[in-house]
């Protein structure tokens, strides 16, 4: 039984996956709960790298868009219509966020396999060990930035994120902050409102005080090495690049 919170990362690919990477997807471990968040395209064949479908014990979404979702739909099927289904599995998504993945399939179809648990960003809500507090993040659609807390340690998660005052409450003092790094140094001007830089990722988590800053959501292609550079000009070590199968504990 992992005691400790711990981060183990699926896959942390901007957009669409690649040969080598899924997109977000994150397990988030403490006193033998298991949490999913933000299983994006292809997470679940990683997630099978590290337990079965039944050893979920709950979901939590950031936002609404595949690349933080898609996955749910496999996930749900695979409790859902094996031969002996487990209990409904809780998934949390900001009001709406969940209605594209879960309408692949006719509504009775997956009746059984989860009870949906929609919040609004701002919400506290308590989910297993962890204590859940959100914030809305400025994207493209409503997105809950999330800070899990056990009495021990604080993750925080940005979800898909532009610029925010609230980024550095979110991150404030947090043992690891998983942010947000599209780009490296400059957003495209029309995107610039709802997307973050790995230098914007630096600044914020020197200005939070975190611990240790782990970047995702890059996009495809981007050299790891120009990204950890950019952030690093704010935020020294540790600080490191969402890769498949990294663990942290915290």
Excluded at 64 to 87: E, K, Q, T, V
Excluded at 186 to 204: N, S
Aim: hydrophobic share 45%; proline share 9%.
């Amino acid at each position: 039984m992992v005691r400790c919170m711990r981060l183990t990362v699926l896959g942390g690919c901007g957009a669409w996956p690649t040969a080598d990477q899924a997109c977000s997807g994150y397990l988030v471990e403490h006193e033998g709960f298991r949490l999913l968040v933000d299983p994006g395209y292809a997470s679940l064949p990683r997630l099978l790298r590290h337990g079965t479908v039944d050893e979920v014990d709950a979901v939590l979404l950031s936002h609404g868009h595949p690349d933080h979702c898609a996955d749910l739909n496999p996930l749900l099927r695979a409790r859902g219509l094996s031969d002996d289904p487990p209990p409904s599995l809780p998934v949390f998504a900001p009001h709406g966020a969940a209605d594209a993945v879960l309408a692949l399939d006719k509504p009775s179809m997956l009746a059984g396999a989860y009870e949906l648990r929609e919040f609004t960003p701002g919400d506290r809500m308590g989910i297993g060990p962890f204590t859940a507090d959100t914030w809305l993040l400025p994207h493209f659609v409503p997105n809950a930035g999330i800070r899990l807390a056990t009495a021990d340690a604080v993750l925080a998660y940005t979800g898909d994120t532009g610029p925010s005052p609230d980024i550095e409450h979110l991150a404030a003092g947090a043992d690891l902050f998983l942010s947000e790094a599209t780009y490296v140094e400059k957003v495209p001007e029309a995107d610039e409102p709802y997307l973050l830089t790995a230098r914007l990722a630096g600044r914020y988590a020197h200005q939070a005080g975190a611990a240790r800053l782990l970047l995702t959501h890059l996009w495809p292609g981007t050299d790891p090495g120009a990204a950890l550079e950019a952030a690093g000009e704010a935020f020294a070590d540790p600080l490191d690049i969402a890769a498949p199968d990294l663990v942290v504990d915290l």
